[in-house]
């Protein structure tokens, strides 16, 4: 994966075109489906920008933290209920997708919020088997709807038309290109006009604009509260961890406040708990690429014009590497010392020029919102009398574990 994503990059570097751009008539635009001058442009002015908005600083720590205080609260609010996690994850996630790229966050229970993130979800779980979703524009023409590409049609121009294009429209009306940008979307119009002004070759533009803030916000939301709900289910079956992790913070940090950037080296087993969540997840688990040039790999030529399918999980579920690597084991993350390990196969976010764009910001997330659920929960099955939810999962683009039901217990009450 090494020699094709980072030695041979300039050959790889290319996505295919998928079905949503072809869809949404927006091949090549964005982030995730650019090429070329075109993507190293967006990507630059993209990493700046979040960058700019506090990524991995502590700008962002604080957006972070205001917004799972509020998500804890919701938590609280069932009382102990069995609840399925995936809707108030996802809109806490969401939330802080928005406030960088939008500059404000949504109530929970707002119904544009509540529509958009249906939309982003089933932008990823319905695009069904990779399978129909090749053969989608097909299956489009015969009547009814039984592949529910319809839908997911309709879906997925829903998010492109009354979220990404209504907000880009809204902040360019209040847009002045001398004002400090509050938000994602101000920051691109002000660079885009900037580069105007210039008269430089640019290509940003606002076609570009629209492509790349779905590409955030469905990227931004569907990763960080699958790979939060892995967790939760992870430490259903392992209620040992759970406990370990709580008196890892209640020495750290105690019960009485928030758990703080400055904490988190010292939480050292939480950091293991994300990291096996991640390894063993695998939510992310396959990266495709058009080979530009032909290349050799180990004596293979990998000729122009095919397509390489990037296994990610085969590194992340290696017997060779990870011993027992079906087991859930946050301790192959610590040394002897108790000091955090990050071998070469942990490669959760891809390799290579086209990595997640979005690493150190999902990194901030999964720490603090996994922190303070710890803090103030139990996690407790539905019926701790019957059998506990699966450990199996569900492959669409990504892989989710299968919906069920937990309680989270207060451990002040
Ligand atoms: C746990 C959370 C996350 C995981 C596991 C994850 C994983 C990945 C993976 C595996 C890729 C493909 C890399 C490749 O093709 O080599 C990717 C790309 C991408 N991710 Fe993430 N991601 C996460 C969170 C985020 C967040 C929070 C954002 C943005 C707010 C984001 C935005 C993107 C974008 C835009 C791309 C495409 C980058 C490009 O083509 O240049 N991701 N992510």
């Given at each position: 994966m090494r020699e094709v994503l980072i030695k041979h990059a300039d050959k790889t570097q290319d996505r295919p075109v998928d079905l949503s751009s072809r869809v949404l008539g927006e091949e090549y635009r964005g982030l995730r489906s650019s090429r070329g001058g075109n993507w190293t442009e967006q990507r630059a002015v993209t990493h700046s920008i979040l960058r700019?908005?506090?990524?991995?600083?502590?700008?962002?720590?604080?957006?972070?933290?205001?917004?799972?205080?509020?998500?804890?609260?919701?938590?609280?609010?069932?009382?102990?209920?069995?609840?399925?996690?995936?809707?108030?994850?996802?809109?806490?996630?969401?939330?802080?997708?928005?406030?960088?790229?939008?500059?404000?966050?949504?109530?929970?229970?707002?119904?544009?919020?509540?529509?958009?993130?249906?939309?982003?979800?089933?932008?990823?779980?319905?695009?069904?088997?990779?399978?129909?979703?090749?053969?989608?524009?097909?299956?489009?023409?015969?009547?009814?709807?039984?592949?529910?590409?319809?839908?997911?049609?309709?879906?997925?121009?829903?998010?492109?038309?009354?979220?990404?294009?209504?907000?880009?429209?809204?902040?360019?009306?209040?847009?002045?290109?001398?004002?400090?940008?509050?938000?994602?979307?101000?920051?691109?119009?002000?660079?885009?006009?900037?580069r105007e002004e210039s008269s430089a070759p640019t290509f940003l533009d606002e076609p570009n604009l629209v492509s790349l803030m779905k590409s955030l916000i469905v990227a931004g939301t569907e990763t960080s509260s699958t790979t939060i709900s892995w967790c939760v289910l992870f430490c259903l079956h392992h209620p040992e961890v759970q406990e370990k992790v709580f008196d890892e913070i209640k020495t750290h940090v105690g019960t009485s406040r928030a758990p703080d950037m400055s904490d988190m080296p010292n939480l050292r087993y939480l950091s293991a708990v994300v990291r096996e969540t991640q390894r063993l997840g695998g939510i992310g688990p396959l990266t495709v690429r058009d080979v530009t040039e032909n290349f050799e790999v180990h004596g293979y030529l990998i000729p122009q014009g095919s397509q390489v399918f990037v296994h990610l999980n085969s590194a992340l579920h290696d017997e060779n590497v990870w011993e027992n690597s079906n087991k859930f084991y946050p301790e192959r993350f610590l040394d002897a010392s108790g000091h955090l390990l990050k071998p070469n196969e942990f490669i959760p976010f891809g390799l290579g020029r086209r990595n997640c764009v979005g690493e150190a910001m999902a990194r901030t997330e999964l720490d603090f919102f996994l922190a303070s659920m710890f803090q103030r929960f139990r996690f407790e099955p539905e019926d701790p009398t019957a059998e506990l939810p699966p450990l199996k999962g569900l492959l669409t683009l990504a892989f989710s574990p299968k919906p069920y039901k937990v309680r989270f217990l207060d451990r002040n009450t």
């Open positions: 700019e908005f506090g990524m991995g600083k502590q700008l962002m720590t604080e957006k972070v933290k205001a917004e799972v205080k509020i998500y804890v609260e919701k938590l609280a609010s069932f009382k102990g209920q069995a609840i399925d996690l995936c809707p108030v994850v996802s809109a806490a996630v969401c939330n802080i997708v928005c406030s960088v790229t939008v500059g404000h966050r949504f109530d929970y229970d707002d119904e544009y919020l509540k529509r958009m993130m249906k939309n982003s979800n089933a932008f990823v779980t319905r695009a069904p088997s990779l399978l129909v979703f090749y053969a989608g524009m097909l299956l489009k023409r015969l009547p009814g709807d039984v592949f529910g590409i319809k839908d997911w049609e309709h879906r997925i121009s829903d998010l492109n038309d009354n979220f990404c294009k209504f907000q880009i429209n809204r902040i360019k009306q209040e847009f002045s290109p001398g004002t400090v940008p509050e938000n994602f979307i101000a920051a691109y119009l002000q660079e885009m006009h900037k």
